[in-house]
C-alpha cells in the first residue's frame, strides 16, 4: 500500500475513533488520550442543572451543579456574597463546618451540602470550574422561614376548675416539625396522666403545622408561662392566669 494511501485510512481513522489512538513514546504505549467529541470538546454545565434551591430555614440544603465532561478541572463553591471560597473539590475552605461538597460519579453532579440553614445563608452561590477562562454556573438559594404563633392574646385568662386548649400554628413550613414541645415555665410538660393533660398534632394542608395542648380541670400551680417549641424553628410563647374562682363547669 502507498505511504500516502496509508496516511489518508490513518487520518481517517483517526477523526471518526479519536478516543482509541494511543500516544507511543520510545516504541512502547505509554497512555491513551482522551478526546472528547460531539459539540463541547471540554467541560460544560448540563443544561437541566437548577438555578434555584428553595429549603426551609433549620434544614440540609442541597445545591446541585451537574458537569460534563470534567476531565482533571476542578470544582470550586464560591458564595456570591462576600466572594468567599466555600469549597475546592472536596476540601473545605471556610471555618464554618455547616459546608461540605461531594462528588456522584454516576450523574456527574457536584453538590454544595449546607447543614441546618440559617437566614443569612440565602443568596447566589457560583459553581466554578478551573478552565482557562473560568467557567461558572450561578444558582440562587432561597430560604423559607416558617411561621409560629399561640393563637388568640399573649396573655389568656381562664377560671379554676375549667378547661383550656392552646393552640401553636406553624405556617409557611415545606417539612413537618420532628416534632413539637411544650413547657411551662421552662419546664417540658410531658403526658404522664392523659386525663390532667392532652397533646396533639396534627398537619393541615401542605404548609401548615398545628399543635394543641389541653388542659382540664385547671388548677392555681397551672397559672404561667407556656411555651410551644417546635424543631429547628422559633419558638412561641403566651401566659395562662388561673383565676381562684370556680367555673360554672365544676359546681
Known sequence: METSTRLLIYTLWML???????VFH???AAHTVKRFTGLYTGPYFDPTTTTNIT???GTHAYIPCKIKQLGNKSVSWIRRRDAHILTVDRYTFIADDRFQAFFVEATDTWTLQVKYVQARDAGQYECQVSTEPKMSHFINLNVVVPKIEIEGESDVYVKRGSTV???CV???SLEEPAYIFWYHDGERVLRYDQSAIDIRMSRKGTD????T???FRTKLDDAGNYTCSPSNLDSASVYLHVLNVHSAAST
Open 165 to 167: 386548649q392552646l393552640k
Open 170 to 172: 406553624i405556617t409557611q
Open 55 to 57: 429549603t426551609q430555614l
Open 208 to 211: 401548615t403545622t398545628v399543635s
Open 26 to 28: 520510545e516504541g512502547e
Open 16 to 22: 471518526v475513533f479519536p478516543e482509541l489512538f494511543t
Open 213 to 215: 395542648i389541653t388542659i
